[in-house]
């Protein structure tokens, strides 16, 4: 049985009573949660997901890395070490967004080693299929892809059914300083004006329910309309697109189809709570995914920060899943460092945001790792650090005189000169 | 004549002039600023300061970089070489918190060689000399070590005034997971339990006003109780020090001494704004300087991250100076690269708070950068980048076979694919 029709029924499954153990939540709440759209499990029914994870509300922000090759960088082995490094650095789900020749079988050999939701976005495969001659993509290429993607085990897809025409219009009338930034959506966009037509996964929505219903497949509704710069942020295309998503996301549920909807992209900091309030409000309150948000425009190679920032607010007023942005970002493909940095920045984030929700477990760790500090006990510190190696490798790097201290303050250190306050 | 003081007379100087300028506000409103104590601008009346700078209302968010020798790391050349990665790439002023042997040596060495507004926290300078036996350094020690930098040409102070007996039976009494994290103020702390006095700054603290006036010397109070630990954060030793900081600036403002007010420390996302509004009233609008804030306790290795969430946030409610935070921070005094990364995030965290304040040449140059993204200008988004060169070698390091894209998305560029929606 499909997840939410089952949570429907209130079956509290194995899958059920697991993520709700380890999120500390009531199983019951997770069901009704699911059965009303504001929480969802990526799983296809045809995989055997060895680490599924529920995302949305009351549970812990969850963080999704990209991956994937590009025609100009296409070597399987160093996409295959990118998917080992999200895992062990604790990403929650990959998205496989590979462009290279061979999409099916780079994709396959993957979602074969992942133990977490695997997510894809159907519509560049057929693209490259036709060797990005969009002329020669034919509606049912589009729809068609996504078959194969489901039959794959692929969990959740990213499907840009909001850039229709309407929506194109809003674009075209609009001042934006980039006018399209999402890679799915530009395509699309481009083959509706070279065959004059509705966006096929609008026009047959219906279709692509009942392929995600046979597959038990979470759609992500892209934004493809996401601003690419702060100047353009939170306009009329943006917006226009959101309320649409929506309505897709109404329709959706209704048939029992698990629903995520993404989000921006470049936004000031000051325009991220509107952001996060307007797609709870227009979408139900859905699972809002984004990216980002990057709160400036001026820091190529930083963009794993810019991010952080942004994700931490947006994760605090209620986003649930954010996906990462890497160093790399606007500047080339993610090398195996870039995922690793870029995974850092975003589980920070996402650590920052359940921390100010006051998540039980996330301020647990906080305590531990501070009752250590106190106590100068590095070992037990590195055990509780995000990134133990990381921390060990710095503090290693300069010695210092004295075993309980660091190289920063050394016979100064204030913690151990007040370390009988409260003895 | 002192700045405070000819800024009450209406004189419009030529620094005055300059800084009015380069920030786009009417000299009148920054007298008036600085006259009632809501801006200050650093700067040893007997220093010719090359690059001085206003910190306060309605002026752009400012860095701070901390250098400086410990006793395990004392080379001045690794320091000059910190101080000139600051200065170039962009710090708006510098502190030196040498420890290492040789404090003055070192001090008049860098500040000879510094074009920006440079600061040091004296006690440390008292305590070392005394080769950190705590019970021979006397009261006056204390008091005579902030001469001799006011006579180096340093510009600001930190002091911390504010460890008085009382505000230390508060910590007393507190449940805190980690007593005190900053170092001036655990060693008067300790000062005081040995001496069995008040904290000399405190209890002669006229005298401390009187010289801060001959040199024009601007007084940063010290926040000695600033939380180490996310759940130490906003308690009552540090909300109780915060109010006694209040009336010790003015009182200090009376006297025409511009003073700077220091805040945490780490602080969960969610208080950040109680900090800054709480520092806004009871410091009557002085301006806010602080050390992250850290948004989370468990990234050592990571901490100009947690560091630069904070402070974009604590910036864009009003915090008008922010610290920098190096990765190496709880594990290590910094290196070059750890001083280039975390002067990196936190001027991303001060233009992200810029941004949100609607500060027109931050938005000037994201729109910039932006246009130029759209244009696939590359040369020209180097212009703009915060660290073009950077942004370069990540862009050369992974060719690609078109020279108007990236390797991320290469054909399938979404900028390119709709460079045509508004031509």
Redesign the interface.
């Known amino acids: 049985m499909n997840i939410i029709d089952s949570a429907r029924q209130g079956i509290v499954t194995p899958l059920i009573r697991a993520i709700a153990g380890d999120e500390g939540v009531k199983p019951g709440m997770l069901l009704s949660d699911i059965a009303s759209g504001v929480t969802v499990i990526p799983r296809n029914k045809y995989r055997t997901l060895k680490k599924p994870c529920g995302i949305g509300r009351g549970l812990r922000t969850k963080v999704n890395v990209n991956l994937g090759t590009?025609?100009?960088?296409s070597d399987v082995k160093t996409e295959l070490k990118k998917l080992n490094v999200a895992v062990s650095g604790g990403a929650d789900a990959v998205m496989d967004l590979s462009?290279g020749p061979e999409v099916r079988v780079t994709r396959r050999f993957l979602i074969a080693r992942c133990p977490i939701p695997f997510g894809t976005v159907p519509i560049?495969e057929a693209?490259v299929k036709r060797h990005?001659r969009l002329e020669d993509v034919t509606a049912d290429d589009i729809i068609d892809v996504l078959k194969d993607h489901a039959e794959d085990g692929v969990d959740f897809v990213t499907l840009h059914v909001g850039v229709t025409r309407n929506i194109a219009r809003m674009?075209?009338r609009s001042?934006?300083?980039?006018?399209?930034?999402?890679?799915g959506?530009?395509?699309l966009?481009?083959w509706m004006k070279i065959h004059r037509q509705e966006n096929p996964l609008f026009a047959r929505f219906d279709e692509v329910l009942d392929l995600a219903k046979e597959y038990d497949l979470t759609i992500s509704l892209g934004d493809g309309m996401r601003p690419?710069?702060?100047?353009?942020a939170n306009d009329r295309p943006q917006f226009g697109e959101l309320e649409l998503l929506g309505k897709l996301q109404k329709q959706a549920l209704k048939k029992g189809i698990q629903t995520i909807i993404e989000g921006p992209g470049?936004v000031?900091?000051?325009k991220i709570r509107d952001n996060v309030i307007r797609q709870k409000k227009l979408c139900h309150g859905a699972p809002f995914y984004v990216l980002g948000p990057l709160?400036?425009?001026?820091?190529?190679?930083?963009d794993?920060?810019?991010g952080?920032?942004g994700g931490?607010?947006a994760a605090?007023y209620g986003a649930d899943f954010l996906c990462y942005v890497t160093?790399?970002?606007?500047?080339?493909?993610?090398?195996i460092d870039d995922v690793k940095e870029g995974l850092?920045?975003s589980k920070?984030?996402a650590?920052?945001?359940d921390?100010?929700?006051g998540n039980k477990s996330a301020?647990a760790?906080?305590?531990q790792?501070?009752?250590a500090?106190?106590a100068r006990d590095w070992e037990k510190?590195f055990t509780?650090?995000?990134?133990p190696e990381?921390?060990r490798?710095?503090?290693k790097?300069?010695?210092?005189?004295h075993r309980d201290v660091?190289?920063?303050?050394?016979?100064?250190?204030?913690?151990k000169?007040?370390?009988d306050?409260?003895a």
Chains 1, 2 share one sequence.
């Open positions: 590009s025609p100009d960088c462009t560049y693209v990005n674009l075209e001042k934006r300083l980039i006018a399209m930034v999402s890679r959506g530009a395509l966009y481009k690419g710069a702060l100047k353009d470049h000031p900091l000051d709160v400036a425009d001026i820091a190529p190679g930083y794993h920060i810019t952080a920032i931490a607010l605090s160093p790399a970002e606007h500047l080339r493909l993610p090398s850092m920045a920070i984030a650590h920052a945001a921390i100010a929700k301020w760790r906080d305590i790792i501070s009752k500090r106190a510190q509780y650090a995000l990134d990381k921390a490798l710095y503090r790097s300069l010695k210092t005189s660091c190289s920063m303050c050394s016979d100064y250190c204030p913690l000169i007040t370390e306050v409260h």
